[in-house]
């Protein structure tokens, strides 16, 4: 009874701890407020526990990054409106929009695709964000648009591809890694495959990897699996400020 009684305690602190310590996400997209699509993603964003600050892709980009823990660029997000505007973020960035990939310095413009498709092929199973996963999971019901890349340049971790076209679908960059123009990734980069048309038909399999891509791009999901995100919390603000 007692030790029932301890552990309770005990888990009720870490989550009391994590809610308290959560961070905030700036979010890049089409529109503020949100449309239904962004408003999904935000949604699961701050059912991690963070503060999504959104802002239109029609503001003065890069917006202010103080006391921000990382960003988030949906789909929706025009590239011509930003470009290279995160390249330089010193805060981790988790992109959905691939036609900016050329400007992040991750691979050459007209290497970038969204084919419909409902099917990632993991490459590889040992990472934190795809770990039990099968070789192939379902995204969407059925096929609609997947942003994806074919030709990713640098020291680029490639994670999942789309079954159809072979294109890269989940990928990152730690901090520090080349990217195509020579330079180094300031701060972790993940790449990810929604488009904003297939939001609304995403799967949970498909959600869980979204989130997991967040929590490991702002390092709240460690390699060593026994760490806990309170204590890679606080590991984050020490490494990204």
């Known amino acids: 009874m007692r030790f029932t009684l301890f552990i309770s305690i005990t888990l009720l602190f870490l989550f009391t701890s994590w809610a308290i310590a959560a961070g905030k996400i700036v979010m890049v997209c089409a529109a503020v407020p949100l449309g239904v699509e962004d408003q999904l993603i935000a949604d699961h964003i701050e059912k991690l526990g963070f503060k999504v600050e959104p802002h239109q892709h029609l503001e003065k980009h890069p917006v202010d990054l103080s006391g921000v823990d990382g960003v988030f660029i949906a789909e929706s997000t025009s590239s011509v409106n930003i470009t290279s505007a995160y390249k330089s973020a010193t805060v981790p960035v988790i992109n959905a929009e691939t036609y900016t990939y ?16 409902d099917t990632l ?93 967040v929590l490991f791009g702002l390092g709240l999901m460690p390699v060593n699996p026994k760490r806990a995100l309170a204590v890679t919390w606080g590991t984050l603000k020490a490494e990204y400020r």
């Open 102 to 117: 050329d400007d992040m310095g991750f691979a050459p413009d007209g290497s970038f695709n969204s084919d419909p498709d």
């Open 121 to 213: 092929i993991i490459k590889d199973r040992n990472h934190p964000i795809t770990k039990g996963f099968g070789e192939k999971v379902k995204i969407h019901t059925t096929p609609i648009a997947v942003m994806s890349c074919s030709d990713m340049k640098g020291d680029v971790h490639i994670l999942a591809t789309v079954a159809g076209n072979g294109n890269v679908a989940i990928s990152f960059y730690e901090k520090g890694a080349k990217v195509m123009d020579g330079t180094t990734a300031p701060a972790r980069r993940v790449n990810i495959f929604p488009h904003t048309t297939a939001i609304t038909s995403l799967t949970d399999e498909a959600w869980k990897l979204i989130e997991r891509s």
